[in-house]
Every structure is written in C-alpha cells, then in structure tokens.
C-alpha cells in the first residue's frame, strides 16, 4: 500500500453515520464504517450476497438515500437461511420487504440464489461488493469468484467474518490469500470485515482511504475511529430491545 493524504473526519460524523434500521445482527458495529464507504465512493452498483434481516443492506441503502446518490442497490438472498446463519420462517422476508419500501426507487431485493441472481446484474457494473454469506473456506471462495465477471475496474468487496477462526468458518483463511495477490485492510470488532480494494482504477476516495490504512498509525486512527461509532450503534441496538422488551412485558400485563 502506498501512503497518502490520511482522511479528513468531519465532526458531524458520529451524528451522520448512524444506521436507523437495527435489527438483530452480527454485523452491527459495521454499520458507520459501510455508511461512510457508500458515501465516500458513491458506488454506481452496491451487490450484497447475503441479507438476512438487513442491518448491512439498509445502512448501505440509509447512506445511499441521505447524501441523494444515483446508486443502484441490490440485495441478493433466499431468505430461507442455511446451515450457519441458522434457517428462519417467510416473516423474516416480509419484514425485510417492507424495510426496503422507503428505498424501493434505487433497491432490488433478488430473491433467490445468488448463482441464480448474476444474469440480473450486468459485467462489469458492481462498484461495491458485500459477501455475506455461507462462511466456511470453499463456500466464501465460490461465492466470491463467481461474481468476480460482474466487478468494476474500480470495485471494493467487503467480507464478513475475517476475525472468527473457529467452528468451521474460512473466511480468514481465504481473505489471508486474498490480501496477497490485493490490497485490504480489516476491521476487527464484530467478527471481522474485510475491505479489498479489488479494482485496479480506485476511486479518489478509495485512494486516500488506502493510504490512511498503510501505515500503523493510521491504521490504527481508522480502526479506533470505527470502533468508537460502531459501539455507539451497538448502544442503540441493545436501548431499543431493551425499550421493545418491556414494553412487551407491559402489553402481557394489560392483556
Ligand atoms: C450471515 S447472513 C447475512 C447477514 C446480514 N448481512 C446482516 O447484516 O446481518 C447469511 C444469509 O445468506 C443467505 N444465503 C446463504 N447462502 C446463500 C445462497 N447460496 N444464495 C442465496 N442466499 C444465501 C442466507 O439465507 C442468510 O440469510
């Protein structure tokens, strides 16, 4: 990685990078840093393999629709779970459809497989790539190499999971290959979250995010930057269930 100019953080920040949508997810202190992303490099095509509730999908889509890019944004899932994330009932989709209603005019919820889902997505078009899904060795290599023909020349693709080393999943192992041939940094709070700078003609922005990340300081200030907000959404998640629980508890009462 070359050095360059560090990011310049705007004190509005904590306020701006604030996912509004929280469901239940291992991705939550995530969420400031994929807002920050979207905005920063204004990606023309966002593909997420891999949706679930939402929480990354609709921080990516809030980001899309505060700063008012023209981006198109597609959610790639069966909606049916899988041997990890555990399989879930049809009420997990209806949820995540009426989650999408605010987005509708940019977001496309794709649901199938994501081998059935490339001939939706045109080569060559995805500035950003999210792989969330299955997460042993093999499956995050096929899930990934399999998109690979629909990557711009200036794409990014962030992995989930590059932290957790147990219970069968690769992720590390692969993105530890992946960083050879590329250039990535990773966060380490919430499981992991690999950021690969895939494309060969970056963005400005990318350039200078890649810069701050090359050195051990800076490095350092981006990943201590990202905590710091991600623990605030964590906050406001862990509030609002609580807020949910008692109000339940107060409607059993009532009933
Ligand atoms: C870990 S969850 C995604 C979590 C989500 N990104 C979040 O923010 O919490 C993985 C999802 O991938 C989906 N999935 C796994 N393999 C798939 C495949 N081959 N095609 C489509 N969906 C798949 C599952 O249905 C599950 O909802």
């Known amino acids: ?11 509005g920040d904590a306020q701006s990078l604030r996912p509004k949508y929280l469901p239940r997810s291992a991705w939550i202190g995530h969420g400031p840093f994929a ?11 966002i593909v997420e ?20 890019l023209q981006s198109k944004a597609y959610a790639v899932d069966t ?14 989709y209806q949820v995540v459809a009426l989650a999408n209603q605010p987005y509708e ?51 990014i693709v962030l992995f989930h999971d590059t932290e957790v080393l147990d219970r069968g999943f690769g992720v590390y192992k692969y993105w530890a290959e992946l960083t050879k041939k590329h250039t990535g940094f990773a966060f380490r709070q919430s499981h992991g979250l690999g950021v690969l700078f895939f494309g060969a003609n970056q963005t400005d922005a990318a350039k200078v995010l890649i810069g701050q990340a090359s050195t051990p300081e800076g490095i350092d200030q981006l990943r201590q930057r990202f905590v710091k ?27």
């Open 1 to 11: 990685m070359n050095a360059g100019p560090t990011l310049k953080w705007n004190e």
């Open 105 to 155: 005019n940019f977001s496309t919820l794709l649901r199938k497989r994501f081998d059935q889902a490339l001939p939706d997505i045109a080569a060559g078009s995805v500035d950003l790539l999210h792989v969330d899904s299955r997460h042993g060795y093999e499956d995050v290599k096929e899930d990934f190499e399999s998109w690979i023909p629909k990557l711009s020349d200036r794409a």
């Open 35 to 45: 807002m920050w992303l979207v905005q920063a490099i204004a990606p023309r095509v």
């Open 49 to 68: 393999l891999g949706t679930h509730n939402g929480y990354s999908y609709f921080s990516m889509c809030q980001a899309i629709k505060d700063a008012g």
């Open 79 to 92: 909606w049916q779970g899988d041997d990890h994330a555990g399989f879930y009932s049809d009420q997990v």
């Open 229 to 255: 907000l991600g623990r605030g959404t964590r906050l406001r998640y862990v509030g609002q269930r609580a807020i949910q629980r008692i109000a339940s508890f107060f409607q059993v009462q009532r009933s």
